[in-house]
């Protein structure tokens, strides 16, 4: 029994079968084999109930005997230990009187604790068997009916009182042995070690299975199939929630907002709303949130503060003014009102600007045109050569003021000076210098009140915001345009001792070049004036000095002298040996040579370095020359006119004039024009001239009589453009534009020469 | 101060007296009106449109180049010309029929 339930043991796996056996009640085999598990063994049956009266045994394979035994066996009972321990489970037995199961549960707890405390000598299954026995003989203290095992009772008690008195007497042995381990639990590992026994094969069965798995896909003998699962049935529940409020908020971020950090976000946010009364403000900016764009901050913030309703109405009114006085006040605000202006005049010139800008005139398609307009348009498009007036640069300052000179800023060529002022003798009344700019035909852009009548300006090269006044008093003064500021001059020269003691006729920068540098510039100013005395200013301790060029001495009585050939005295002219000079231009690429014209009518050719001597006279006019201009396009000829109502085209190396023009009234300026080396124009008191030498000798090509009531004063050619300006006598200049006339672009040498010859 | 007030008032009168200006607006920071020679409904719908108009041209153009920024704004309808100069801290804005 016990050899083949120790074999029972150690096998895996075997086949149980079960008897029935004659032994006793087959309860305890029951419950015992309930009880014990071995590892392997298959229970094939449990019976629960206490049913069966038959004992069952179980046989392996081998029809072994391997009945699963009670740890008790009644047989051990005559042995002190065996009563021990049949006393010791009767004692706990009684404790569990009323539970059945309770009873079967604890020799088997008993069972385990015995097996690791004090045991039996025996091992397990004589232990089993003493158990059965025990309980089959002696009375079931559980819910058995007594009459079943009344023999058991008295048998019991009689063990009970032997066993008492023997442990009482003497000392018993008890041999101690340990149970097998029992495996409760065994799970192989699925890893195996290389030093094992089987270790070879098994590396084997795997480097099998991998070629196996590798060759898989492409094998025949391996075919994919799909399963499918069985999906149990779907049960719905419902339940039921709070309801989630859900808010969306977006905002579109760009690219600008990315880069820098919006200026507009540093507003003034007061909490108390600044609204006018209006209500329809507070309307609309109400409603304005809900169709915002939420582009920018800015416009968000503003949006928000607008929706606020607080309103406080005297805070209101205060901010307003304070925000309208700083936003005035501001640089900013300065240009944006000249940026508007320039804007709004642009818009009412356009077509006169475009015109002087050589600009395709673009017609306005949601301009009415009147046909008033298409005939005026149709009759200008005549052939012949004409002046068509662009506009008129007046403003109420210079209204009534005499122009007397004009000049161009060298830098920028939209900059126009006007000097205004009654050059009589008679009135030295106040002068004014205005710089116009094209784009504002209305406004000067800078006003100059000058203590004198002014009589001419001139900028300056090297530094292009100043500007050179000569006065009626003799005094030059230098302005600074680029500065707002227009009350004191930049430099003047009202202290020098050596100013002019008359009006400053003419007054030019003009630039020499060092001849030990050679590639520099020095710019200097130069004036003439009525004394005579043709001066070179410079800077000296904030103020102007002056050295002299040249003195204009009288001539003509000297050439009375020669010519009658009579010692005549001087003395005549002792009260006034220098005769006014009344204009000088230099030589556009020798700007040592200059030619000055003189009140008696001559024109003197000087040089910078010598100041005593002229290098050569010009005689033709008998009447104060009022302006000498070199031909920029053809070098060595000039033209002068004077106010005996002539103009005399020179060339530099010619005594007498090679051409003569003549026109009605004295001439007052004469010009050349920038553009066409035989074209130029001419100013007298009445008219504007302008003359072609391509066309005629006799007359000029063009004649624009000034408006009734007007004298023409002054002149200039436009540079970039074919366009004349022209000032009058009533504070007006005008710009006329040059049209049709035809002149050929390589009109140089050529036409002079044969007018040479 | 006062020259410059006084310069920029003179300047504002100015160009109100310009052929076929109809009106000027000057809106500060914050969209309302502080000076308008219109009356005021036209006014604050001016100032309310052109504020967010003026924005969304400025963000326009710096979105295509950040480093650029809006100078001026001119838009023309078949009646009328809107000009506005924008600044960081007040528009100015001026109206104009150009075809009178």
Wanted: overall charge negative; hydrophobic content about 35%.
């Amino acid at each position: 029994m016990s050899t083949s339930v120790a074999k029972e043991g150690k096998k895996m796996r075997c086949a149980v079968m079960l008897k029935p056996s004659k032994r006793g009640s087959n309860l305890l085999a029951l419950t015992s084999r309930r009880s014990f598990t071995f590892s392997g063994s298959k229970i094939l049956d449990r019976m629960a109930g206490p049913t069966p009266r038959q004992a069952v045994r179980v046989f392996d394979e081998e029809n072994n005997d391997v009945t699963p035994q009670p740890f008790y066996r009644a047989d051990l009972r005559a042995e002190p230990g065996s009563r021990f321990l049949v006393d010791e489970l009767s004692a706990g037995s009684t404790s569990d009187q009323t539970t059945f199961t309770g009873s079967f549960t604890m020799p088997f707890s008993r069972s385990v604790l015995d097996s690791s405390r004090i045991s039996s000598q025996s091992t397990t299954e004589s232990v089993n068997e003493e158990m059965e026995e025990t309980f089959c003989r002696r009375d079931f203290p559980f819910n058995l009916p007594e009459s079943l095992l009344p023999d058991e009772k008295r048998k019991k008690g009689s063990v009970k009182e032997q066993m008492t008195q023997a442990l009482l007497k003497g000392i018993k042995d008890i041999l101690i042995t340990e149970t097998d381990t029992i495996s409760l639990l065994d799970i192989p590992p699925t890893l195996v070690s290389v030093n094992a026994d089987d270790a070879d094969v098994i590396i084997e069965i795997n480097k099998q299975y991998s070629e196996v798995c590798r060759n898989r896909r492409n094998n025949e003998k391996y075919v994919d199939r799909a399963v499918q699962t069985l999906n149990g049935a779907t049960k719905n529940k419902q339940i039921q929630n709070n309801l989630m409020l859900m808010v969306d908020t977006a905002t579109i971020v760009s690219a600008f907002e990315m880069y820098a950090p919006p200026e507009q976000e540093v507003m003034v946010y007061s909490p108390e709303m600044k609204q006018t009364n209006d209500a329809e403000t507070i309307v609309d900016s109400r409603r304005s949130p809900e169709r915002s764009l939420s582009l920018t901050c800015s416009a968000s913030t503003v949006i928000s503060t607008c929706s606020l309703k607080d309103v406080e109405t005297v805070g209101s009114s205060l901010n307003t003014q304070v925000d309208s006085e700083r936003i005035m006040t501001s640089d900013k605000f300065q240009f944006s009102l000249l940026l508007m202006e320039r804007t709004v005049l642009r818009n009412n010139f356009q077509s006169q600007l475009a015109a002087y800008r050589k600009l395709p005139l673009l017609q306005d398609p949601d301009r009415l045109v009147k046909p008033k307009e298409k005939e005026q348009s149709e009759a200008e498009t005549s052939c012949s050569p004409a002046l068509q007036c662009l506009w008129v640069f007046s403003c109420e300052l210079s209204r009534g003021c005499r122009v007397s000179s004009m000049a161009w800023n060298k830098k920028n060529p939209d900059l126009l000076a006007v000097g205004y002022g009654e050059t009589d003798y008679r009135n030295h009344g106040p002068g004014l210098v205005c710089c116009w700019s094209i784009k504002n035909p209305m406004w000067p852009e800078r006003i100059i009140n000058c203590d004198s009548a002014v009589t001419t300006v001139d900028f300056s090269s090297n530094s292009p915001g100043q500007l050179a006044v000569g006065m009626c008093d003799g005094s030059i003064a230098i302005h600074n345009v680029q500065s707002t500021d227009n009350k004191s001059p930049f430099i003047s020269s009202r202290e020098c001792a050596k100013r002019h003691l008359g009006p400053v006729w003419q007054l030019r920068w003009n630039q020499q070049e060092l001849s030990f540098t050679g590639e520099e510039k020095v710019e200097s100013l130069y004036s003439v004036g009525a004394d005579g005395r043709i001066c070179k200013w410079f800077v000296i301790n904030g103020g102007l000095d002056c050295t002299d060029l040249m003195k204009l001495k009288k001539m003509n009585n000297t050439l009375r002298k020669t010519e009658q050939n009579k010692p005549e005295k001087t003395a005549e002219c002792v009260l006034s040996v220098l005769t006014p000079g009344l204009c000088f231009d230099f030589h556009p690429s020798d700007s040592n040579i200059y030619l000055t014209g003189t009140w008696e009518g001559n024109i003197h050719k000087c040089s910078c370095s010598n100041g005593h001597q002229f290098l050569e006279t010009y005689r033709k006019h008998f009447c104060p020359v009022n302006c000498i201009t070199w031909c920029p396009l053809h070098p060595d000829v000039f033209l002068s006119c004077s106010s005996d109502s002539t103009i005399q085209l020179w060339k530099q190396d010619c005594i007498n004039p090679l051409l003569s023009f003549t026109s009605n009234q004295p001439v007052g300026e004469v010009r050349w024009s920038p553009k066409h080396a035989t074209v130029f124009s001419a100013v007298n008191e009445g008219q504007l001239e302008i003359w072609d030498l391509n066309s005629s000798f006799l007359d000029p090509v063009i004649v624009q009589p000034a408006a009734p009531g007007l004298k023409m004063t002054s002149l200039l050619f436009a540079s970039l453009t074919d366009c004349v300006v022209v000032g009058d006598s009533d504070g007006q200049v005008t710009v006329y534009q040059l049209q049709n006339l035809h002149v050929g672009e390589s009109s140089q040498d050529n036409h002079m020469e044969p007018a040479a010859g | 101060m006062l020259t410059e007030l006084a310069h920029a008032e003179e300047t504002l009168k100015r160009i109100e007296g310009h052929k076929g200006v109809i009106g000027t607006i000057i809106v500060n920071s914050e969209g309302l009106p502080i000076r308008t020679t219109l009356d005021n409904s036209t006014t604050s719908l001016y100032a309310r449109l052109l504020c967010s108009f003026t924005t969304l041209a400025r963000s326009t153009v710096r979105d295509v180049d950040p480093q650029n920024d809006l100078t001026f704004v001119r838009i023309r309808s078949k009646k009328q010309e809107i000009l506005v100069a924008p600044e960081n801290n007040y528009l100015l804005i001026v109206i104009q029929n150009p075809s009178e």
